[in-house]
Each structure stands twice: as structure tokens, then as C-alpha cells.
């Protein structure tokens, strides 16, 4: 089945740097999701990118399916964006996969 | 629009017992799908309920099953519970089955003593 690798799998940064997480997959998507798992275990969109870029405020991201990688681009970082990002695709087999997800944690 | 609801929001179960989870859609949405997510595993997809039809599966075993009503209101049971069934349990809900963009519940967590 489809592997989907995301990279750096820890990232600790001071408030105010920016960031790139990768996600890598495997196979063909139909789909790409990023989300922010808060401390409380909640999964927030961040976005549905199958293809191009886009942005929201500090946060954009641009997946080339074409080259099978996605990448979520944190700005001017805060605390709150601490926690676990993760990607998730959506394969043919029409079956999400998400990645193992990078823990980014902002020190103040 | 509210979002995805799941309750309880914990849970704390004996090895042997079985359990039920409920998971209620955004409004108009009308696929759900099921997710555990444990430390060792990170999160693995269970199964996909649309038009009160299982549509997809992973790879769980036969314990783990699920139903969805007319209203698209989705539970999900575990029979005869084992110690690695601890985990977050996540449901989240799309438009349509299919490249729809997912909403997720806050999860409900379950401990199996």
C-alpha cells in the first residue's frame, strides 16, 4: 500500500522562527490533508491541498503530486502552534493513510 | 454549523468487556469514518460508513465493527476488549464517500484495564 513519510519527526524552534514540514507519499493521491493535533487530541484542518498552494495567515502549504510531496510552511511561530502536524492522503484504494506526524513544540 | 460530536469523551473498560461509541456528523455530511490512534501504531484508519453502507475497511479485526442510521449518525463497537485496545478513538465526517475533506470529532479515549 501507499507510504506516506513525513519529515522532520521532531522540531524544537524558538517563537518568532519559521518552519517547512514535509510529507512524502508513495503513490498517486487523490487527496492531501494537513492537520494540527492539539494537547487535547484534536485534529484541526489546517488544509485540503490535493494539488498548488495556498495560504492562511502564518501558515501555507504547496503540494507538487506530480513529485509526491507536500510542504507545510509555519511562520513568525507561537506557542500555540505547538504539537503534532500531520499529513494525510487520500489513495486510490480510497483509504486515508496519514503520515507518523512531526511534534513541533515553540519555546517562549 | 456544529461540528463533529463523539461521545462519551472517556472511558475506562475491563479486558473481555465490549463498548460502544457514537459519533454524530456535521449536519449534511453523510460519510463517517473511524480512526484509532495509539502512541505505537499513530493513527490507523478503521472503517468508512456512508449511506448506512460500510464502504471501506482496514485492517482490524472482526471485533471492531460499526453501523451507521439513517440520520448519518455513526457508533462503532468492540467486542471482547483486550488491553491493546486503549487508544483515541476519532470519527470523522465528509460530504460524500470519496476526495472529500475530513472534519474530525474531539475523540473519545479508551482505557482497557
Known amino acids: 500500500g501507499i507510504q506516506v513519510e513525513q519529515s522532520p519527526p521532531d522540531l524544537i524552534l524558538q517563537e518568532g522562527a519559521n518552519s517547512t514540514l514535509r510529507c512524502n507519499f508513495s503513490?498517486?493521491?487523490?487527496?492531501l490533508q494537513w492537520f494540527h493535533q492539539n494537547p487535547w487530541g484534536q485534529l484541526i484542518n489546517l488544509f485540503y491541498i490535493p494539488s498548488g498552494t495556498k495560504q492562511n495567515g502564518r501558515l501555507s502549504a504547496t503540494t507538487v503530486a506530480t513529485e509526491r510531496y507536500s510542504l507545510l510552511y509555519i511562520s513568525s511561530s507561537q506557542t500555540t502552534d505547538s504539537g503534532v502536524y500531520f499529513c494525510a492522503v487520500y489513495s486510490s484504494a480510497s483509504k486515508i493513510i496519514f503520515g507518523s506526524g512531526t511534534r513541533l513544540s515553540i519555546r517562549p | 454549523k456544529a461540528g463533529v460530536t463523539q461521545t462519551p469523551r472517556y472511558l475506562i473498560k475491563t479486558r473481555g468487556q465490549q463498548v460502544t461509541l457514537s459519533c454524530s456528523p456535521i449536519?449534511?455530511?453523510?460519510?463517517v469514518s473511524w480512526y484509532q490512534q495509539t502512541p505505537g501504531q499513530g493513527l490507523q484508519f478503521l472503517f468508512e460508513y456512508f449511506s448506512e453502507t460500510q464502504r471501506n475497511k482496514g485492517n482490524f479485526p472482526g471485533r471492531f465493527s460499526g453501523r451507521q442510521f439513517s440520520n448519518s449518525r455513526s457508533e462503532m463497537n468492540v467486542s471482547t476488549l483486550e488491553l491493546g485496545d486503549s487508544a483515541l478513538y476519532l470519527c470523522a465526517s465528509s460530504l460524500e464517500t470519496g476526495v472529500y475533506e475530513q472534519y474530525f470529532g474531539p475523540g473519545t479515549r479508551l482505557t482497557v484495564t
Open positions: 449536519s449534511g455530511h453523510r460519510s
Open positions: 503513490d498517486s493521491v487523490n487527496n
